[in-house]
């Protein structure tokens, strides 16, 4: 184990004890966010990004012990277990290695190769391995044996080198050479099946195109891959075949005779019937995984972001969810979100439907003194918030709401127990209208593959991504924390420590015996235990209690340190909460014990300066450029404002107000030169972009980010340094044109809005 610290400690260029500490605190059950915000002193500060690492890196070494010991007894019951394997078995340090090395011993089906050496064609084989100068039609003759299936020399030759081609494809030296040939040479290579041209018109990019392994981005590598799993694409890895042939004959040939020339043939024969085929199912697996690591960490980033998006606040609120034929559901909300009432209008069906439509509007807008208008932004959305600001609603906040995933929730198993009595439509509105006073506390309730951001989410390893984006959500609620007394049981089960039925336990306990007064009632919940208790804690707030600590992110633990200060000080924990010159006389390192540093002290410090800060950005408020409601509605060279929607890694999509999202592509993110899209954007970032192709057929809107530049005669000078070319080097990419950014891709994405509802 201490050999796994060593070797994580390395890879995160950390100190050894920083892995240990923070493995031990995992094992004993604590959480990551708990433990990158609380245990600071034991980890060296570590963060949550680093702490998750530590925790997915141990698993894995874990996991590689287990399989090791497996193949270890495997090969002991087998009687085949030597010094030298042993050791060998004990020195890899990664699953391929490790399999490769167990590969000749591993139980198989019968082969060609255990059919010849049934047949007793072992001895030739090796005869011939040794590449020795001897007659081998003579040799081979010894075992002509018709009983056994060998009737011909040519029979026994045949075997020997069917063994041999086995041998040889298993042998773990070689297989790491041919593998990471086929990494660095190798070359995707897609075209269309015959007939399915018109069927398959979204993939037309990779018709006839070929990239190198190597240097292909993850999105067009599960395009192609989807492409061939709708039976639209033949795909194929292509490594420089001669090369690899080239690397079996130098491990294996070491004579110039008829024995080596038998080798030669066997060379040729397991490379293309067995090494090829193993190693291109191999590299299938390998890139799969590498472009679902990447889709994932996109996705979740993207996710994360969105999570956090600025909220509103508690304002009383109007929400419609649009619609032309169906008219729209309009619902109003108290400043905690709770249903007061709900109806239908229907403005798009006819003018007197129209004007009674306005006249509703109006009705709830004083009725229940509404300070925000939040509106769906699918069909319909633009024109009803068209409707909605002629009216001039005083005061009234009018805010498009991105409503992908609205629709999943109002028909979840979660929206028929919130509201039982109520259909889809209404369920749905009032989700929009959450989603704009606490984007977080909403989205949690809908699962995080269909709130509409990210990349091939449905093509990736679909644990990996479970996985991955609870992780996101659970950073993401931990990182502003949670309200007690108002909390859905579905944003608590988040909290670190917790999980579904302890926070369905908290809501049945609030419930029973109202609202919690401090923090240390939460021990009086069933089944919540000290553990539990103490991974929860410093996430939850109270405002309004009892001690104003248990509105602050203090974790109780350290309530009596701050007491302490407070008492050193004459005055209380309240007044060191509101006087920053108390505070800034308190001399921190008086308090440092064995357990508690500067960074717990500092954490607490800015605590008592802000208590339960929310870490989100401000709300402001967006609107789109009226009369630009569809996409026939746009012209090459309009600047628009937008909403960043997804970031992909071939750029961002950015809503403009026309049902339909239009791309930045990466190059035209920024005048600079970029890698990745999150170096300048963010879900839900407002922007200015400038249409710079429309096509109305294909639904595609092409945007940009960039600026104009200055003419040549306004640029300064240059002062003697070389000028460098803001343009990226495409000398290591195909010269081919470059497929647009997966043309399924952005297809599905433009769709999602009606896809989910």
Same mark, same amino acid.
């Given at each position: ?19 240990s ?16 915000r ?31 010991e ?34 000749p011993?591993?139980?198989?089906? *019968? ?7 049934e ?8 005869a ?20 056994k ?25 070689v ?19 015959p ?18 392994v ?5 999105h ?31 491990a ?16 040729a ?9 193993g190693?291109?199912?191999?590299v299938r ?6 472009a679902?690591? $990447? ?26 969810d ?8 309009v ?26 439509a ?6 709830l807008f004083?009725?229940?003194?509404i300070e ?5 932004n ?19 906040n ?9 629709s ?40 995080p ?9 449905h093509?990736?390893?679909?644990n ?17 924390g ?44 069933p089944?919540l235990?000290?553990?539990?208790y ?12 009892e ?7 203090v974790?109780? $633990? ?26 800034a ?8 014990t ?81 890698k ?8 839900h ?7 710079? $192709?429309?096509?109305?057929?294909r ?38 044109k470059?497929? $647009? ?11 999602? *809005?009606?896809?989910?509802?």
């Amino acid at each position: 184990m201490t050999s796994h610290y060593k070797k994580i400690a390395t890879e995160f260029s950390i100190a050894e004890k920083q892995v240990s500490a923070t493995i031990s605190l995992l094992d004993e059950g604590a959480t990551v966010p708990f433990i990158s915000r609380y245990r600071k002193e034991l980890t060296g500060s570590l963060d949550e990004v680093q702490v998750a690492g530590i925790r997915d890196r141990i698993q894995q070494l874990r996991e590689l012990d287990k399989r090791r010991e497996a193949i270890l007894n495997s090969l002991k019951d087998m009687g085949k277990l030597t010094p030298e394997l042993e050791a060998q078995i004990n020195a890899a340090e990664t699953m391929v290695v490790l399999e490769d090395i167990y590969l000749p011993y591993r139980p198989k089906r *019968k082969t060609r190769a255990t059919a010849a050496r049934e047949k007793g064609l072992q001895p030739l084989a090796d005869a011939l391995l040794t590449q020795n100068k001897f007659d081998i039609e003579a040799e081979a003759e010894k075992y002509i044996a018709e009983e056994k299936g060998v009737a011909s020399i040519e029979d026994a030759l045949n075997g020997a080198r069917d063994i041999i081609a086995e041998h040889i494809s298993e042998d773990a030296a070689v297989r790491t050479k041919v593998r990471e040939l086929f990494l660095e040479k190798g070359i995707f290579k897609s075209r269309v099946v015959p007939g399915k041209e018109e069927a398959g018109i979204k993939f037309k990019d990779y018709f006839e195109w070929e990239e190198p392994v190597k240097s292909a981005p993850s999105h067009r590598v599960l395009a192609m891959r989807r492409g061939e799993k709708e039976e639209i694409l033949y795909l194929d890895i292509m490594p420089p075949e001669e090369e690899a042939i080239d690397v079996l004959e130098k491990a294996f040939i070491t004579g110039h005779n008829a024995a080596a020339n038998q080798v030669k043939l066997a060379i040729a024969d397991g490379y293309k019937r067995l090494l090829r085929p193993g190693m291109e199912t191999e590299v299938r697996l390998l890139t799969k995984k590498k472009a679902d690591e $990447e889709a994932i960490r996109v996705f979740a980033e993207n996710a994360r972001q969105l999570l956090l998006a600025a909220p509103l606040g508690q304002k009383r609120t109007m929400a419609i969810d649009p619609g032309f034929r169906t008219g729209c559901k309009v619902v109003c909300l108290d400043e905690q979100g709770k249903l007061l009432e709900y109806t239908a209008i229907f403005p798009h069906t006819g003018t007197g439907q129209a004007k009674e439509a306005e006249k509703t509007v109006q009705h709830l807008f004083e009725k229940y003194n509404i300070e925000a208008i939040a509106i769906g932004n699918g069909t319909a959305g633009r024109e009803t918030e068209l409707s909605v600001r002629k009216l001039n609603l005083p005061g009234a906040n009018i805010v498009m709401v991105n409503e992908s995933g609205a629709s999943i929730y109002s028909a979840s198993e979660v929206a028929r127990e919130e509201f039982p009595d109520k259909d889809v439509t209404v369920r749905g509105a009032v989700s929009i209208g959450r989603r704009l006073m606490d984007p977080l506390a909403e989205l949690v309730k809908i699962d995080p593959k269909s709130i509409g951001v990210g990349q091939y989410q449905h093509d990736v390893d679909q644990n990996k991504l479970q996985a991955s984006l609870d992780d996101t959500v659970i950073s993401a609620v931990n990182a502003v924390g949670v309200e007690l007394n108002t909390a859905s049981k579905q944003i608590l089960a988040y909290v670190s420590g917790l999980g579904p039925q302890l926070a369905q336990k908290i809501v049945e306990y609030r419930d029973e015996n109202g609202a919690f007064k401090k923090r240390e009632q939460l021990k009086k919940v069933p089944r919540l235990g000290d553990k539990a208790y103490e991974q929860a804690a410093g996430f939850l707030r109270i405002h309004n209690a009892e001690n104003p600590l248990d509105a602050s992110a203090v974790h109780p $633990e350290r309530y009596p340190l701050v007491a302490q200060m407070a008492k050193d000080k004459g005055c209380t924990v309240a007044d060191l909460m509101r006087d920053d010159k108390l505070r800034a006389s308190i001399p921190l390192q008086k308090y440092i014990t064995d357990s508690v540093g500067l960074p717990t002290l500092n954490d607490i410090m800015a605590e008592l300066a802000k208590p339960g800060r929310d870490p989100r950005e401000q709300f402001e408020a967006f609107s789109f450029t009226e009369g630009v409601n569809a996409i026939s509605d746009l012209k090459v060279g309009m600047k628009l404002p937008g909403i960043v929607t997804n970031i992909t890694n071939f750029g961002a999509f950015v809503d403009i107000g026309v049902h339909q999202d239009g791309l930045v592509h990466l190059s035209q993110i920024a005048n600079r030169f970029i890698k990745d899209a999150n170096e300048v954007l963010k879900v839900h970032q407002q922007v200015e972009v400038t249409v710079t $192709e429309v096509d109305v057929d294909r639904k595609r809107i092409s945007l940009s980010m960039k600026t104009d530049e200055p003419k040549r005669e306004d640029r300064p000078r240059n002062q003697g340094k070389p000028q460098h070319s803001s343009k990226p080097n495409y000398n290591n990419q195909p010269k081919r044109k470059e497929p $647009e950014p997966e043309t399924d891709m952005a297809l599905k994405l433009a769709a999602l *809005k009606n896809m989910f509802k």
